[in-house]
């Protein structure tokens, strides 16, 4: 089955720490995104890359560092930088010339 | 810059009776328009698009959403609720093709829905 997958599920970070929040997908799609959740804030932009070595930031990219080495790869990664990093993390991609997105079951980031 | 207003943070309804989920957007140029549900700790799912010809779009389980261009609103309706329909919704926005490339898509901040048997 096509889809993308998000790992892990559930990820805990200690203060101070890098982790790296996995993305991939066997869809073939070109373009992939990774979105914020917080509770009542809806979904947020974080960085987004439509080709292979090529991403752009969103709105919310302080913090966070992405790659785009490989086209069904995205990796996330949440640096010390990231103030509040306590999250649910959404990863999405789009096919090229369609309209919608399929996403991820997402990462729940917690600091402890 | 483009944006979604969902205004209801909840929205119940009982079981049987249409349930309106309201979303107004604002965006330059054409828009299109789309609506994504989400259960607990789960990604989000595709429900329904507007990209453009009839103003009523139907979609995926029994829902559809109205494109109203003077009123910048892309409303979700459903004529009779389930229990399974409780969740949260979340209207999306982006401009048509421009040659700045793709957009992404910007997020309404969602409406949970709570359909009571």
């Known amino acids: 089955d096509g889809g993308i997958t998000q790992s892990p599920k559930y990820l805990f970070r200690k203060e101070g720490q890098n982790v790296t929040l996995s993305c991939e997908q066997n869809?073939?799609?070109?373009?992939m995104y990774w979105y914020r959740q917080d509770p009542g804030q809806g979904l947020r932009l974080i960085y987004y890359?439509?080709?292979?070595?090529?991403?752009q930031k969103g709105d919310i990219a302080e913090g966070y560092s992405v790659s785009r080495e490989k086209k069904e790869s995205f990796p996330l990664t949440v640096t010390s930088a990231q103030k509040n990093p306590t999250a649910f993390y959404l990863c999405a991609s789009r096919e090229r010339g369609s309209y919608g997105y399929t996403f991820g079951s997402g990462t729940r980031l917690t600091v402890v | 810059a483009q944006s979604v207003a969902q205004p209801e943070d909840q929205v119940n309804v009982a079981e049987g009776n249409p349930l309106t989920v309201k979303c107004t957007y604002s965006v330059s140029g054409n828009p299109y328009l789309f609506w994504y549900v989400q259960y607990p700790n789960r990604g989000l799912q595709f429900l329904l698009k507007y990209i453009t010809g009839d103003n009523l779009v139907k979609g995926s389980y029994g829902f559809e959403a109205e494109f109203n261009k003077s009123q910048t609103s892309f409303h979700l309706k459903k004529p009779s609720a389930l229990v399974s329909d409780s969740a949260l919704y979340f209207c999306a926005v982006r401009p048509e093709w421009t040659r700045a490339g793709n957009t992404p898509l910007v997020f309404g901040k969602g409406t949970r829905l709570s359909v009571i048997a």
């Open positions: 869809l073939n799609h070109d373009a």
């Open positions: 890359s439509q080709i292979v070595n090529d991403f």
